[in-house]
């Protein structure tokens, strides 16, 4: 039929457009189309769900062999105890701590902290421990591991040995291995903000794990005390050496000074603040506060004497404060007031008024002298103050003389006195620091202590059995859905109607489930079978068809609903394939052996036949042919005989039980079977078969090893591509949908043959497989549309 009277069922995707080419080289195809899943579709969860149940069989491999191999090493894994002791590192105060240090707030620096962590994983510790627990005699840490092999000597080699201190030699090798082995199980793990610090040994004796985290930790103590003591001891025998040398130097700087101070006659005294101070310096100092003294006497008498001088008795100090001045002042006082209260009444010759007069007279006459002596007093005071302050001068400026040079003297004597002081204070120093350190060598205090001591562990830390499980369990989860994703890629076979639309341009026209075979054989089992046995066909280049058991749709039961369905389908969309009317001949082929093809066209012709119209099945496949087994009979003649002239092709047709198909079988198998199938009888044969028959149908070989179906592709109206789903390679395919667009002819479809029913696009009947007459011959109704169809 012509290209223009091809009915396209679906809408192709732009990037199939170069298969509908009439040269399309296989060569070329782009591998990325193998992929099942186009990058630029949406996630889809239902595919991934049936990849899983597809594979759920490697996935459940993986998973028990994950398991079992985890559970097997857990199993035989000598469970290791993990024993901890809890140190607590103080701060490292003086061992005679003072006032400030007890209330000065204790803090750890990290460096100090980390130094004592690297003391504790030290090989010096450890080698301790070793020594005195005789851990290089144990199997535990003296064996050698599995991956190692033991080297073996004749004789040792030079300098092999040592000596440990209890004087017996052992391989320095083996206690290398020993302290390696003893470094790995030991762990140092500092508390967070704290200056607590955890000590752990694993072993696989939880006696002997405690044992050696407690002895690690007192050998730790211990050999901080071992090195306070040992630096205590050095200090002092270094300061009682250095203390001998500077008390000789003091002694010497001493007997230098006081010959100097005796040479030259300088005398110093010593202060209460503990300083010497000279002498003539103090004289001096005395002098210069008398002198200060001597001027403020000086002002104050020449202060009086000026009063003196102006004749202001009344303001002299010494004046007023004269008991006897005080007294004849108010005796005059009186004696005034008297006489003036006389004089009112009487005449100054009156006898009292006179005697009152006369002792006025006396009495200031009194008060006179005595003011004058007063004033005498001052002045002699003045003049007395004023001459030793003029002493005072002289002798000050006399000392200073003898102080200026005292002090040309003193400054040698100043610097033979601060080397005296500098030495004493040295020696002082080194004396007290001398008496310290041997009190600090008698003490044994430390800054460590054990808080918690380790206890052997009831439970060992490793192996952890459900935890270790529970790794295996996930492990083996993610390992097994791995493995599945990795082999469904790798898998490039078609497995559903999806693959064969997207990746090829052309429409799945059935899906052919796969049915149990009566023998009772598994679709695995089979599967593995068919395909060694297409192996070894390709390789032979023949064609095989190794002891397959054929399902007939005319001869099942119930439990092969599915597969009548499938074919009825089958049969729908070849009825639809073309525009004006069905195909009248279909070549049914494959692209290599074992695919079912031969099952294809026996049921596509017995469900054309069900439609009451004449089918003609026929045994192309002149290599390797099948009919005769399928139907259980055997046939001398039929399309051999025919091509060779031997006699009509009617005359070779023979009934096959079922209503409306009619066979021809292959008869004797030609030794060139191309050249058959390319003669003109060949062509003649089909024209004259279908102008007899509504369908003729053409079991052929594959296409991709022999030659003979893309003869016969070329001369009929239809080719079905059978393809074993989940077996047939997607380039295999690919190169047979350009083996037949090379030979210009009309591709319907292809037929996905033995699909599993988790395949992507196949669905059940359901609760319509139940129908018992679903094997029953097509309705009459049907056949009419049909007929309607056909005209």
Same mark, same amino acid.
């Given at each position: 039929m012509g290209e223009?009277?091809?009915?396209e069922?679906?809408a192709?995707?732009a990037?199939?457009e170069?298969?509908t080419?009439?040269?399309?080289?296989?060569?070329?195809?782009d591998?990325?189309?193998y992929e099942?899943l186009?990058p630029g579709e949406?996630?889809?969860?239902?595919?991934? =769900?049936?990849?899983?149940?597809?594979?759920?069989?490697?996935?459940?491999?993986?998973f028990?062999l994950?398991?079992?191999v985890?559970?097997?090493?857990t199993l035989?894994?000598?469970p290791?105890?993990r024993?901890?002791v809890?140190?607590?590192i103080?701060k490292?105060?003086?061992?005679?701590?003072?006032?400030?240090d007890?209330?000065?707030?204790?803090?750890?620096?990290?460096?100090y902290?980390k130094t004592q962590?690297?003391i504790?994983a030290s090989?010096s510790?450890?080698? !301790?421990v070793i020594?005195q627990?005789?851990?290089? @005699?144990?199997s535990e840490?003296?064996?050698?591991? *599995? *991956?190692?092999?033991?080297?073996?000597?004749?004789?040792p080699?030079?300098?092999?040995?040592?000596?440990d201190q209890?004087?017996t030699?052992?391989?320095?090798?083996?206690y290398q291995?020993?302290?390696?082995?003893? !470094?790995d199980r030991?762990?140092?793990?500092p508390?967070?903000?704290?200056?607590?610090?955890?000590?752990r040994?694993e072993s696989?004796?939880? $006696?002997?794990s405690?044992?050696i985290a407690?002895?690690l930790?007192?050998?730790?103590?211990?050999?901080?005390?071992e090195?306070?003591?040992?630096?205590?001891?050095?200090?002092t025998?270094w300061?009682?050496?250095?203390?001998?040398? %500077?008390?000789?130097?003091?002694?010497?700087?001493?007997?230098q000074?006081?010959?100097?101070?005796?040479?030259?006659?300088?005398v110093?005294?010593?202060t209460d603040?503990?300083?010497?101070?000279?002498?003539?310096?103090e004289r001096l100092?005395?002098?210069q506060?008398?002198l200060?003294?001597a001027q403020?006497?000086r002002?104050?008498? $020449?202060?009086?004497?000026?009063?003196?001088?102006?004749?202001?008795?009344?303001?002299?100090p010494?004046?007023?404060?004269?008991?006897?001045i005080q007294?004849?002042?108010?005796?005059?006082a009186?004696?005034?007031r008297?006489?003036a209260d006389?004089?009112?009444?009487?005449?100054p010759?009156?006898?009292?008024?006179?005697?009152?007069?006369?002792?006025i007279?006396?009495t200031?006459?009194?008060?006179?002298e005595?003011?004058q002596?007063?004033a005498?007093?001052?002045s002699?005071?003045y003049?007395?103050?004023r001459h030793?302050?003029?002493?005072?001068?002289?002798a000050l400026?006399?000392?200073?003389?003898?102080?200026?040079?005292?002090a040309?003297?003193?400054?040698q004597?100043?610097?033979l006195?601060?080397?005296?002081?500098?030495?004493?204070?040295l020696?002082?120093?080194?004396?007290?620091?001398l008496?310290?350190?041997?009190?600090?060598?008698?003490?044994k205090a @430390?800054?460590?202590?054990?808080v918690d001591?380790? %206890?052997?562990?009831?439970?060992p830390?490793?192996?952890?059995?459900?935890?270790n499980?529970?790794?295996?369990?996930?492990?083996?989860?993610?390992?097994g859905i791995?493995?599945?994703f990795?082999?469904?890629r790798?898998d490039?076979?078609l497995?559903?109607a999806?693959?064969?639309?997207?990746?090829f341009?052309?429409?799945?026209?059935?899906?052919?489930?796969?049915i149990?075979?009566?023998?009772?054989?598994?679709?695995s089992?089979r599967?593995?079978?068919?395909?060694?046995s297409?192996?070894?066909?390709?390789?032979? =280049?023949t #064609?095989?068809?190794?002891a397959?058991h054929w399902h007939?749709i005319?001869q099942?039961?119930k439990?092969?609903?599915a597969?009548?369905?499938?074919?009825?389908?089958l049969?729908a969309?070849?009825?639809?394939?073309?525009?004006?009317?069905p195909?009248?001949?279909?070549l049914?082929?494959?692209?290599?052996?074992?695919?079912?093809?031969?099952t294809v066209?026996t049921?596509?012709?017995?469900?054309?036949?069900?439609?009451g119209?004449?089918v003609?099945?026929v045994?192309?496949?002149?290599r390797?042919p099948?009919l005769?087994r399928?139907?259980g009979?055997r046939e001398?003649?039929g399309l051999?005989s025919?091509? @060779?002239?031997?006699?009509?092709w009617?005359?070779a047709?023979r009934?096959?039980?079922?209503?409306?198909?009619?066979?021809?079988?292959?008869g004797?198998?030609?030794?060139?079977?191309?050249e058959?199938?390319?003669?003109?009888?060949?062509?003649?044969?089909?024209?004259?078969?279908k102008?007899?028959?509504a369908f003729?149908i053409?079991?052929?070989?594959?296409?991709?090893?022999?030659?003979?179906s893309?003869?016969?592709?070329s001369l009929v109206?239809?080719?079905?591509?059978?393809?074993k789903?989940?077996?047939?390679?997607?380039?295999q395919?690919m190169?047979? !949908?350009s083996?037949?667009?090379?030979?210009r002819?009309n591709l319907?479809?292809?037929?996905?043959n033995?699909?599993s029913i988790?395949?992507?696009?196949?669905y059940g009947l359901?609760m319509?497989g139940?129908?018992g007459?679903?094997? #029953?011959k097509?309705s009459?109704?049907?056949?009419d549309?049909w007929?309607?169809?056909?005209k």
């Open positions: 223009q009277n091809k009915v069922l679906y192709r995707d990037r199939f170069r298969a080419l009439g040269h399309l080289d296989s060569r070329i195809v591998l990325d189309s099942i186009d949406l996630l889809d969860l239902r595919a991934y =769900g049936r990849i899983l149940r597809k594979r759920f069989a490697t996935m459940l491999i993986v028990f994950v398991f079992a985890i559970l097997i090493a035989k894994e000598k290791v105890y024993a901890q809890l140190l607590e103080q490292e105060n003086p061992d005679i701590p003072s006032i400030k007890l209330y000065e707030l204790e803090s750890v620096s990290d460096s902290l962590y690297s504790l090989e510790v450890a080698r !301790q020594d627990l005789h851990l290089d @005699t144990l840490f003296n064996s050698l591991r *599995w *991956w190692q092999f033991r080297r073996k000597v004749n004789t080699p030079k300098h092999t040995f040592a000596v209890g004087g030699t052992r391989d320095r090798e083996i291995r020993v302290l390696e082995r003893f !470094q030991l762990s140092i793990d508390v967070s903000r704290s200056r607590l610090v955890t000590v040994f696989n004796n939880a $006696e002997l405690a044992r407690n002895t930790a007192e050998d730790y103590i211990a050999q901080n005390l090195a306070r003591w040992k630096a205590t001891q050095k200090a025998d300061m009682s050496q250095q203390l001998v040398g %500077v008390k000789a130097k003091l002694e010497k700087s001493e007997e000074l006081q010959d100097y101070a005796q040479r030259n006659g300088l110093f005294l010593e603040k503990g300083t010497s101070e000279n002498v003539a310096n100092q005395q002098l506060g008398e200060t003294k403020a006497e002002y104050e008498r $020449e202060a009086v004497y000026r009063l003196v001088q102006s004749g202001d008795y009344g303001s002299l010494g004046v007023v404060d004269n008991k006897l007294d004849l002042s108010e005796r005059l009186e004696l005034k008297e006489l006389l004089s009112t009444k009487f005449n010759e009156y006898p009292r008024v006179k005697e009152i007069q006369s002792q007279d006396e200031e006459a009194a008060l006179k005595e003011r002596r007063a005498d007093k001052i002699n005071e003049l007395a103050a030793r302050e003029g002493l005072v001068k002289q400026e006399d000392q200073q003389k003898l102080v200026n040079v005292i040309e003297k003193a400054v004597y100043n610097i006195k601060r080397e005296v002081d500098t030495n004493k204070q020696y002082e120093g080194l004396l007290q620091s008496k310290q350190t041997g009190v600090s060598a008698s003490l @430390t800054n460590i202590r054990i001591s380790a %206890v052997p562990p009831v439970k830390a490793t192996p952890k059995i459900p935890l499980l529970t790794v295996a369990s996930l492990l083996g989860l993610g390992l791995s493995v599945a990795l082999q469904e790798l490039d076979t497995k559903g999806n693959d064969v639309e997207r990746l341009g052309l429409p799945a026209l059935a899906l052919i489930p796969s149990n075979h009566s023998n009772g054989d598994r679709p089992v599967k593995l079978l068919d395909r060694a297409a192996i070894r066909s390709s390789q032979n =280049g #064609a095989s068809n190794p397959a007939r005319d099942g039961g439990h092969e609903a597969l009548v369905e499938a074919f009825r389908s049969r969309s070849v009825l639809l394939s073309t525009a004006d009317h195909p009248g001949s279909l049914i082929t494959s692209t290599q052996p074992g695919e079912g093809k031969t066209a049921n596509l012709a017995l469900s054309l036949a069900q439609l119209q004449r003609l099945l045994d192309a496949d002149l390797f099948s005769q399928l139907f009979t001398s003649l051999v025919y091509l @060779t002239g031997q006699q009509d009617r005359d047709v009934p096959s039980g079922s209503p409306g198909l009619d066979l021809l079988f292959c004797p198998v030609p030794p060139n079977p191309a058959l199938l390319s003669s003109k009888s060949m062509g003649a044969f089909l024209v004259s078969a102008s007899e028959y003729v053409l079991d052929s070989p594959p296409l991709l090893t022999l030659a003979d893309r003869i016969l592709a109206d239809g080719v079905l591509l059978v393809v789903s989940g077996a047939t390679p997607r380039e395919v190169q047979s !949908q083996s037949i667009r090379t030979a002819a319907i479809g292809v037929v996905l033995i699909v988790h395949t992507n696009g196949y359901g319509y139940m129908n007459n679903s094997h #029953a097509i009459s109704d049907e056949a549309s007929r309607t169809l056909s």
